[in-house]
């Protein structure tokens, strides 16, 4: 698939960024891909490549890029080496809803100016961290986001005044949540507040229970599961397809 590398201008710098697109000319739906707390990589240039080949222009954002150049992290050994460990959730901590907020405006501004890119709102996809992200967007700048998913997503509904399913009443995207089994950061209880708040919202959704672990859909996480990683490919296509033109 096409590639660019580019970056987007925010309130706080420049935020390195990736563009994966079909062959062609366009215009194709937009989409932005958030990645997990591992941070952009080849494993996700090569996911929103995927993505683009279904017929979309992916954005793939350095979400950690306020740390400047930062050292890549290695997923089979970050939760485990006490100070790589350290390094990971100082970083994630630093990544807050007003920053995912005002990183977004500024990732669909981008999106919306050019001419491979139809309309003015978008999709949102993400795993893991990026997967709370998607769903924070979606609350936060909801006249944007026609549509938004969520993989293995953690935090998705909190005790905290800005979790995600407390902004269900300011969503206005279609929301799809590939749930993981036996995951501790979105337990089958949190799916069952999840869909009583966004079904009290009037939110057109789904939340769908993969039968594999957290991480199941990014190829070097240790609990990779190919059925689930194609299912969830699957599942992208067809919400996509039915919520962006």
Known sequence: ???ITDTVTTPDGSCPVSLHTPEGDGPWPG???YPDAGGVRPTFRDMADTLAGHGYAVLLPDVYYRDGDWAPFSMDTVFTDEDERKRLFGMISKVTPEIMTSDATAFFDYLAARPDVNGESFGTTGYCMGGRTSLVVAGRVPERVAAAMSFHGGGLVTDDADSPHLRAGQMRAAVYVGAAQDDKS???EDGEALDEA???AGVEHAIEWYSAHHGFAVP???PYDQAAATRHWEAMKSFFGAHLV
């Open 1 to 3: 698939m096409p590639r």
């Open 31 to 33: 989409v932005v891909m």
């Open 186 to 188: 979105f337990t089958t």
């Open 198 to 200: 966004l079904t009290a």
């Open 220 to 222: 070097d996480n240790g």
